[in-house]
């Protein structure tokens, strides 16, 4: 939802934040994102600094959360930690160090 008022805003497109905001403010103030949200869908105009902070921080956590996405998906299986159980046990007793 709040990718979508930062997309809306960034396009200067005050019609659809405003339609955004009146339809899902009721649930979105009782939100943990409440703040995040009433801020990018303000008019275009009163943002400011605030919101480019804000956008900066979901840009890097959406470009994070691809990243991490496309790195399990191709090596999640191939690094996954062995279990003991997957480990043969060995004849050989252990030397004690020292």
Do not use: C, W
Request: glycine share 2%.
């Amino acid at each position: 939802m709040i990718s979508a008022a930062i997309s809306y805003s960034l396009a200067n497109d005050q019609f659809a934040l405003d339609r955004l905001r009146k339809k899902f403010y009721p649930h979105m103030v009782k939100s943990a994102d409440a703040e995040a949200f009433i801020l990018v869908t303000n008019p275009v105009e009163v943002k400011g600094t605030a919101f480019r902070t804000l956008a900066k921080e979901i840009a890097s956590v959406d470009t994070l959360e691809a990243f991490m996405k496309k790195f399990r998906e191709r090596y999640d299986s191939s690094f996954r930690p062995r279990k003991s159980s997957d480990i043969a046990p060995s004849n050989s007793k252990a030397k004690p160090l020292g």
